[in-house]
């Protein structure tokens, strides 16, 4: 089992920066995927980017793919998301989640088992 802390979340103008930390317990998180999603007021949650147990294979959502990055330290059991150029409609709840069976499907939520409790990204026109 592994439990899942989100950080770096907040207010921050439109074209600004942030970085989103992911810190998880448990010795076995390296072999865990992690997905990026975020959810939005009134909006489904939506797939952000993927990476797997290395970290050496990613995928990022064509949305986003521009702007967003996903990395990850195995050594400190940690993944990150990079987030660049933010507009106002990148305001949401984000959230990590791990994946012990290595889906395929990826941008489906409901195939990750671990879900942190969120951090939330604010950005002002």
């Known amino acids: 089992q592994v439990q899942l802390v989100e950080s770096g979340g907040g207010l921050v103008k439109a074209g600004g920066s942030l970085r989103l930390s992911c810190a998880a317990s448990?010795?076995?998180?390296?072999?865990?995927?992690v997905g990026w999603f975020r959810q939005a007021p009134g909006k489904e949650r939506e797939f952000l980017a993927h990476a797997n147990w290395s970290g050496g294979r990613t995928s990022v959502a064509d949305s986003v793919k521009d702007r967003f990055t996903i990395s990850r330290d195995n050594d400190a059991n940690t993944v990150y998301l990079q987030m660049n150029n933010l507009a106002p409609e990148d305001t949401a709840v984000y959230y990590c989640?791990?994946?012990?069976?290595?889906?395929?499907?990826?941008?489906?939520?409901?195939?990750?088992?671990?879900w942190g409790q969120g951090t939330q990204v604010t950005v002002s026109s």
């Open positions: 989640a791990a994946d012990q069976t290595w889906t395929m499907s990826i941008w489906d939520h409901t195939k990750y088992d671990y």
């Open positions: 448990g010795r076995l998180f390296s072999s865990y995927a």
